[in-house]
């Protein structure tokens, strides 16, 4: 695997250095980064929910919007933060890794939804606000993002079962796994 | 309670959940996503009591809106956390966050329990303001998910967050 000099760099870091030898910081940061996470997810979900049109539609799609994607907002860039004092700590290790790499594309997708959603689909709302069933693309974008938010939470569970073992075994040696 | 933990991580349905290598992931994906369910609903209330958001909603119309995710979602992360816990009883039985983090659960299911049952009658129309004491208690209870959602990290760091405190058997 060849290994770009910027990711060896961020590895080598004096802030990487810290977050692998501090004691308190990675359980710290790690915490933060599911606390953030969750709030993200949790925020975005309340959003999507409205943009299937549920509960119902009483509640106009602007308001709660404005209500929650400060906070979606807000948490993301903590999560983001987080994120990356982990990645720098073990940055070759995470860029080599499958489902890190899985996350990162389902987060692009992510983008990809929300930038076409605002961009296009958003532009009618004023016809869509309240008390009608959603468009079929705003129910679109709403279903896409759960699923995609639901896949990015897993795939990162997932990347601390796998990080590091993503290696081929050698042929002839018998692996002793001692847990 | 070593010789109930070491017993229950020998049983079949520890086994299962300890070797299929997807359960625990899966579960534990589960937890985190309910977490953001949980503690959002339990925020959006939050800010309701505070005034903050929803203001031109009766209190008891954004409880209903909120609560029953919250209590849903409580549920979910009790039965996703207990297949935790039988899949890894001696990890967790060992870990004072651990236990911290059940005593303060149950510290946190009954104030929500509380903060429905005297804030719903008092809410039932647009601008009741709600007492400092209602306001600082709503406050409180976020401050308590948060340290849950930090004590539940903190299990896998039992020795490095407890130091001499840590319930690990020393080695």
């Known amino acids: 695997m060849e290994v770009p000099a910027i990711i060896q760099t961020i590895q080598d870091s004096g802030l990487a250095e810290w977050m692998r030898t501090s004691v308190k910081a990675m359980p710290i940061v790690e915490a933060l980064h599911v606390l953030a996470a969750a709030t993200v997810f949790g925020t975005i979900f309340v959003v999507d929910l ?64 929300m930038a076409i959603f605002q961009g296009i689909t958003y532009r009618s709302v004023a016809r869509w606000d309240s008390g009608v069933p959603t468009p079929l693309a705003a129910r679109v974008a709403g279903a896409l993002s ?11 569970r997932w990347i601390g079962f796998t990080k590091g073992y993503n290696f081929d075994v050698p042929q002839d040696i018998e692996l002793d796994f001692k847990f | 309670m070593a010789a109930f933990a070491e017993w229950l991580q020998a049983t079949p349905v520890s086994v299962t959940i300890q070797s299929v290598k997807w359960i625990v992931p899966l579960l534990q994906a589960i937890h985190i996503l309910t977490i953001g369910i949980v503690f959002v609903s339990s925020v959006m209330i939050a800010l309701r009591v505070l005034g903050k958001m929803r203001a031109d909603e009766p209190f008891a119309v954004v ?64 601008g009741t303001e709600f007492s400092p004491g209602a306001k600082t208690s709503a406050i409180a209870l976020i401050v308590l998910w948060i340290f849950i959602i930090f004590l539940g990290r903190a299990i896998a760091y039992d020795t490095e967050v407890w130091g001499s405190w840590s319930l690990h058997p020393p080695t």
């Open chain 1, 146 to 156: 759960i699923t995609i938010w639901v896949a990015v939470i897993c795939l990162a």
């Open chain 1, 50 to 113: 409205r943009l299937l049109g549920l509960p119902n539609t009483k509640r106009p799609f602007t308001r709660v919007s404005d209500e929650m994607l400060w906070l979606t907002w807000s948490a993301f860039a903590l999560a983001v933060v987080a994120g990356g004092l982990m990645f720098a700590a073990n940055a070759v290790t995470y860029y080599g890794n499958t489902e890190f790499r899985l996350k990162m594309v389902a987060l692009v997708c992510a983008g990809i939804n």
């Open chain 2, 63 to 126: 409880w209903g809106r909120f609560a029953p995710w919250l209590w849903g979602g409580i549920v979910v992360m009790l039965v996703s956390g207990l297949t935790l816990v039988v899949g890894e009883p001696i990890r967790e039985f060992n870990s004072l966050s651990f236990w911290i983090k059940m005593a303060l659960v149950v510290v946190g299911v009954l104030s929500t329990g509380v903060m429905g049952r005297t804030l719903r009658p008092a809410g039932t129309t647009v």
